[in-house]
C-alpha cells in the first residue's frame, strides 16, 4: 500500500517556524466564494500543485519549497490556502499540518512557501478531511503502522483563526479513508478502510455528529438501499448539492469498481438514510485517498480523481461528464 521514502525524522520534516495565522479580514472573507471555485490536484513527487479555476477555467502549476511531504498525505483547499496534513514516513506516523497559500493570478511566482500550523493531537495517515466556512477544517479517521496497518476512530476539528486541532467524539468505527460532507449542521463520515486483525476490508456504514460544539457522539445511520448498490467503499468522494443530500461518487468498491455513484438522502430528524444509484462516472471514475477537491459551482460539482481527470456532474440533469488530463494540466 505504502510507497517507501528517505524522510528525515519528523523534528527535521520543516524547517519553516510555526507562525501563527493571520486573521482573515472582511475582504478575505467576502472573497471566499469565488476562491472556492477551484479544484486541484496535489502531488507529493516533487512537491508540485496543479490548480484548476473553474469561472472562468484557467489552469497553474505551483510548487512548494520549506516541506518535504510525506506519503498518504491528506490535503485540502480553504479559502485560497491548500493545508496538507498528517502522513506516514516509512512507517512513522506524521502529525504535522502546513499551509500553502495561493498566490493571486497577478502573481506570477511559480514556487511558494509552506508554513508549519498546529500538528494534530493524534498523528496518522489516511485522513479524512472536510473545510467548512472560511475559518474549520474536519478530520476524521485514519490509520497507523504498528507491525501490522491499524485504523484509528480520531477525529479532530481545527480552527484557522485560534491555530490549533480540538478533539472531537471518536468514530463508531476504526477507519480510514473516510469520505467527510457537511450539509444541515451535520457532519458525515461515509466508507473507509478499515484493518481488523491485520486484514483489510472496506466500510458501508454512514455516521453523523452534530458539526458544532459542544458535540455529541457519532451516530451510525440505518441505509434504505432500494436498488441494492451500496456496497463497502472507501477512498470515495463527496459532496452536499442541496440541504439533506449528498453526492458520493468513485472510490475503491467491489464489484461496482472506480465509476459508481449514489444520491444519498437524509431525514433531518430521524437520520433516516435512502441511497439511490446515479448513471456511472466518465472515464473510468477514480478514487479519492488523500484529497478533498470536490467543489459545486452553481449547478455543478467538479473533482480531480488520482488519474488527474475533471470530473463533472451536472446536479440538474444527474449526469456526468470528464476532462481529460491532457487537456487541462499544465506541464
Known amino acids: 500500500m505504502k510507497r517507501e521514502q528517505q524522510i528525515p525524522a519528523q523534528h527535521d520534516l520543516d524547517p519553516v517556524p510555526h507562525k501563527q495565522p493571520p486573521p482573515q479580514s472582511e475582504e478575505t472573507k467576502a472573497t471566499h466564494d469565488k476562491i472556492c471555485a ?56 506524521v502529525a504535522l499540518t502546513h499551509e500553502i497559500v495561493i498566490p493571486p493570478d497577478s502573481d506570477s511566482a511559480s514556487s511558494v512557501p509552506a508554513t508549519r500550523r498546529a500538528d494534530l493531537n493524534v498523528a496518522r495517515c489516511g485522513i479524512g478531511l472536510l473545510a467548512c466556512g472560511h475559518n474549520t477544517i474536519f478530520s476524521a479517521g485514519g490509520c497507523v503502522y504498528s507491525g501490522t496497518w491499524k485504523s484509528l476512530a480520531a477525529a479532530e476539528r481545527y480552527d484557522r483563526h485560534r491555530d490549533c486541532w480540538e478533539s472531537m467524539p471518536s468514530l463508531k468505527e476504526k477507519k480510514a479513508y473516510v469520505c467527510l460532507c457537511e450539509t444541515r449542521g451535520f457532519l458525515y463520515a461515509v466508507g473507509g478502510y478499515t484493518y481488523p486483525s491485520g486484514s483489510t476490508a472496506s466500510s458501508k456504514t ?27 467503499r472507501r477512498g470515495c468522494g463527496g459532496i452536499a448539492i442541496s440541504e439533506g443530500q449528498m453526492l458520493i461518487f468513485g472510490g475503491i468498491c467491489k464489484p461496482s469498481g472506480y465509476a459508481s455513484s449514489f444520491l444519498v438522502s437524509v431525514e433531518e430528524d430521524t437520520g433516516e438514510t435512502t441511497v439511490r444509484a446515479l448513471e456511472p462516472m466518465k472515464e473510468g471514475g477514480g478514487h479519492w485517498n488523500h484529497q ?10 467538479y ?8 470530473h463533472i ?15 487541462w494540466k499544465p506541464s
Open 303 to 310: 473533482a480531480i480523481c488520482y488519474k488527474q481527470n475533471v
Open 38 to 93: 477551484m479544484t486541484y490536484y496535489f502531488s507529493s513527487t516533487g512537491n508540485t500543485l496543479y490548480l484548476l479555476a473553474l469561472q472562468p477555467q484557467r489552469s497553474r502549476k505551483l510548487t512548494f519549497s520549506g516541506y518535504l511531504a510525506p506519503s498518504e498525505i491528506a490535503s485540502v483547499l480553504l479559502g485560497r490556502s491548500l493545508y496538507l496534513v498528517g502522513g506516514d514516513a516509512n512507517h512513522t506516523p
Open 292 to 301: 478533498k477537491n470536490v467543489v459545486k459551482v452553481g449547478d455543478s460539482v
Open 206 to 232: 454512514i455516521e453523523r455528529i452534530q458539526a458544532s460544539s459542544p458535540y455529541t457522539e457519532w451516530t451510525e445511520l440505518f441505509v434504505t438501499d432500494p436498488d441494492k448498490v451500496w456496497n463497502p
Open 313 to 327: 456532474f451536472d446536479t440538474i440533469t444527474r449526469s456526468w461528464s470528464a476532462i481529460k488530463a491532457s487537456q
